[in-house]
């Protein structure tokens, strides 16, 4: 089993609709979670970072943690084609050394 | 100027060559990494350090090695290339808080022939 797991995708969303991306991990001990947005050929860069369970809000991104159930959710409001990329999840264990990365879901926005 | 650069951007070698890639940062943070990031794999942590004196293996360390020259640079070599090391290589930086929010360089595109 990978530590970190997403839906490779890729999911396809209207203009405007409400684009639901997910990730599971297999270390209880996991402390903090990302979500990072890499456009083709380029570096990834932060979205959303979550440390406690429930809803973290930041405009149109929500991201949402269970931590009895090793999930974690980016959910994006009104989606533009300017959000099509790829999503990556990235887990760290509190005082651990690295962070683990999933193998990231594509998304595209159709006009 | 960007926060995290990467040089060289791009990069075609032939196996066996010995090859290095550098990194720097005016971030001021004190720990740095090499990924490297293949289609379907995601990224993969190859050498972090958290300090100048400071130097750690990774997930897939074999076949790289890497040397901190000051807190703001971090280079990665290739001691002897070889095709299936042929990969988009990101640098990154992270504060060192436990949050551990990492900004990536640009990438350097690397073609192992």
């Known amino acids: 089993q990978k530590e970190v797991e997403q839906n490779s995708g890729p999911l396809s969303v209207p203009e405007g609709a409400i684009a639901s991306l997910n990730c599971t991990y297999s270390d209880r001990v996991s402390q903090s979670f990302f979500w990072y947005r890499q456009y083709s050929g380029k570096s990834p860069e932060l979205i959303m970072s979550?440390?406690?369970?429930g809803d973290k809000e930041d405009g149109r991104f929500t991201a949402q943690l269970n931590k009895a159930s090793q999930y974690v959710s980016l959910l994006i409001r009104d989606s533009q084609p300017s959000d099509s990329a790829t999503y990556l999840c990235?887990?760290?264990?509190?005082?651990?050394?690295?962070?683990?990365f999933g193998a990231g879901t594509r998304l595209t926005v159709k006009p | 100027d960007a926060d995290v650069t990467q040089t060289p951007r791009n990069r075609i070698t032939k196996t066996g060559k010995r090859i290095m890639l550098e990194c720097s940062q005016t971030?001021?943070?004190?720990?740095m990494y090499w990924y490297r990031q293949d289609p379907g794999l995601g990224l993969r942590l190859i050498y972090y350090s958290f300090d100048v004196k400071d130097i750690n293996k990774g997930e897939i360390s074999d076949g790289y090695s890497v040397s901190r020259q000051a807190q703001a640079k971090f280079s990665l070599s290739l001691e002897s290339a070889i095709p299936n090391q042929t990969a988009l290589y990101f640098c990154?930086?992270?504060?060192?808080?436990?949050?551990?929010?990492?900004?990536f360089g640009p990438g350097t595109r690397l073609l192992v022939l």
């Open positions: 990235a887990v760290n264990v509190y005082n651990n050394n690295d962070m683990r």
């Open positions: 971030k001021g943070h004190d720990r």
């Open positions: 990154a930086t992270s504060l060192g808080t436990p949050q551990e929010t990492q900004y």
């Open positions: 979550i440390y406690s369970n």
